[in-house]
């Protein structure tokens, strides 16, 4: 069983739209939940982390956390086709806190 | 800002061969991770090191080795490269501790394809 789970996409949006990307995991009491963003032949790099449940807004990104129903959501306002990429939803699990699971990523494309 | 540097972008290798794949990073961070890449696998962890010398395998360590001999410096090993370890290989670091705020920190990849 995967521990953490992202629909795989591609997801398409129009320019200016909301993307809404969201990922499933199955550690009931893991405590940090990030997303990392990945262009096409380079590495992740971190756009958000949350903690609590509820909302996160940093610029045009926000995070959901439900720990009840175990998701973690990232919605981009304002879609740009620069947002194009590869989206990964990292948890860091309660029993180890030097490792994190990785979901396999949502392809996101933001058409002009 | 935190640097991860990996020694090559790009490598291609023959069936067989010893393989190096080198990783520094140059924020004193205690822990060191490789991954590889794959479509529709997502980040797999190899191996992972919490110290200097200390080492841990993850969830595909079978054909792999590393080594760790210095605190900035994290080394993955392929013993015998096999068409199957084609793959983006990803270097990551992070600082230690139990502070849910510590975040990886990702070097720009090595490409490797074994021939």
């Known amino acids: 069983q995967k521990e953490v789970e992202q629909n795989s996409g591609p997801l398409s949006v129009p320019e200016g739209a909301i993307a809404s990307l969201n990922c499933t995991y199955s550690?009931?009491?893991?405590?940090?939940f990030f997303w990392y963003r990945q262009y096409s032949g380079k590495s992740p790099e971190l756009i958000m982390s949350?903690?609590?449940?509820g909302d996160k807004e940093d610029g045009r990104f926000t995070a959901q956390l439900n720990k009840a129903s175990q998701y973690v959501s990232l919605l981009i306002r304002d879609s740009q086709p620069s947002d194009s990429a590869t989206y990964l939803c990292?948890?860091?699990?309660?029993?180890?806190?030097?490792?994190?699971?990785f979901g396999s990523g949502t392809k996101l494309n933001v058409k002009p | 800002d935190v640097k991860v540097t990996q020694s090559s972008r790009y490598l291609v290798k023959r069936t067989g061969e010893k393989v190096f794949l080198e990783c520094v990073q140059d924020?004193?961070?205690?822990?060191m991770f490789w991954y590889r890449q794959d479509p529709g696998l997502g980040l797999r962890l190899i191996y992972f090191?919490?110290?200097?010398?200390?080492?841990e395998k993850g969830d595909i360590p079978e054909g792999y080795s590393v080594s760790r001999e210095k605190k900035e410096r994290f080394s993955l090993i392929l013993e015998s490269a096999s068409t199957n370890q084609t793959s983006m290989y990803l270097c990551?670091?992070?600082?230690?501790?139990?502070?849910?705020?510590?975040?990886?920190?990702f070097g720009p990849g090595t490409r490797l394809t074994v021939t």
């Open positions: 990292a948890v860091k699990p309660s029993d180890n806190f030097n490792k994190f699971y």
């Open positions: 990551a670091s992070k600082r230690s501790g139990t502070s849910r705020t510590y975040e990886q920190y």
């Open positions: 550690d009931r009491v893991s405590q940090s």
């Open positions: 949350i903690y609590s449940n």
């Open positions: 090191s919490y110290d200097v010398k200390m080492k």
């Open positions: 924020m004193d961070h205690e822990n």
